[in-house]
């Protein structure tokens, strides 16, 4: 769209030649957010997993329940499903981290059930594999990082495109977000306390 030679930049500009071009903000902090998400191995590696849990569940409708209702269908209560992670839009990102960090514990109890109780062969080797995965220390800690990078970003995300945004205060809010993400890589260890809640439950070492 914002093209210079046949874009909508280059359509007003055949209008009215003295109009500024100004870039899209929130389209630029998506994108800064996409490219962090792909400016490391490791990181590349934590969102494919991430997406590999979802379509593992979301693959089959049988897993798909047993995950969203436990064992007992009759009396369970519908918990938080998991989301599909989208590699050009930063809140469907945050959407799939944090739905697994909300279910994380639930997503080991099941893969658990269904590597004891599947009588499918390649289900049961992909239930071990994802497990193996996804209690892996590197793993929760880079689980408890992302969301929390993710969710800093939500409230400047939310204001620049909002349709009575309020310039000032969108520029109160990048700053802050700034400060946020500053102070969260300076104390990086500190941030490691996050992950100790899912370690804990699932009886893990701490994520130190």
């Given at each position: 769209?914002?093209?210079?030679?046949?874009?909508?930049?280059?359509?007003?500009?055949?209008?009215?030649?003295?109009?500024?071009?100004?870039?899209?903000?929130?389209?630029?902090?998506?994108?800064?957010?996409?490219?962090?998400?792909?400016?490391?191995?490791?990181a590349?590696?934590?969102?494919?997993?991430?997406?590999?849990?979802?379509?593992?569940?979301?693959?089959?409708?049988?897993?798909?329940?047993?995950?969203?209702?436990?064992?007992?269908?009759?009396?369970?209560?519908?918990?938080?499903?998991?989301?599909?992670?989208?590699?050009?839009?930063?809140?469907?990102r945050?959407?799939?981290?944090?739905?697994?960090?909300?279910?994380?514990?639930?997503?080991?109890?099941?893969?658990?059930?269904?590597?004891?109780?599947?009588?499918?062969n390649?289900?049961i080797?992909?239930?071990?594999y994802?497990?193996?995965?996804?209690?892996?220390?590197?793993?929760?800690?880079?689980?408890?990082?992302?969301?929390?990078?993710?969710?800093?970003?939500?409230?400047?995300?939310?204001c620049?495109?909002?349709?009575?945004?309020?310039?000032?205060n969108?520029?109160?809010?990048?700053?802050?977000?700034?400060?946020?993400?500053?102070?969260?890589?300076?104390?990086l260890?500190?941030?490691?306390?996050?992950?100790?809640?899912?370690?804990?439950?699932?009886?893990?070492?701490?994520?130190?």
């Amino acid at each position: 769209m914002s093209g210079t030679y046949s874009g909508l930049q280059k359509r007003i500009n055949d209008i009215v030649p003295n109009a500024m071009y100004v870039h899209c903000c929130a389209h630029n902090l998506n994108l800064v957010v996409c490219d962090a998400a792909k400016s490391s191995d490791k990181a590349m590696r934590f969102f494919e997993t991430v997406q590999f849990v979802f379509n593992f569940f979301g693959g089959s409708a049988p897993r798909w329940a047993l995950l969203a209702l436990g064992e007992d269908n009759s009396t369970a209560v519908r918990k938080k499903v998991l989301k599909k992670v989208c590699a050009t839009r930063r809140e469907a990102r945050h959407n799939a981290v944090f739905a697994l960090k909300e279910r994380f514990v639930d997503v080991l109890k099941t893969l658990t059930v269904i590597s004891l109780t599947s009588k499918k062969n390649e289900e049961i080797v992909q239930s071990k594999y994802l497990q193996k995965k996804i209690e892996n220390i590197e793993f929760i800690l880079l689980l408890c990082v992302w969301e929390n990078i993710l969710r800093s970003v939500q409230p400047v995300s939310k204001c620049l495109q909002s349709n009575d945004i309020n310039i000032q205060n969108a520029c109160n809010l990048l700053k802050q977000t700034i400060g946020t993400l500053e102070n969260l890589r300076e104390k990086l260890l500190s941030v490691t306390l996050f992950s100790t809640d899912p370690c804990r439950n699932r009886n893990l070492s701490k994520c130190t």
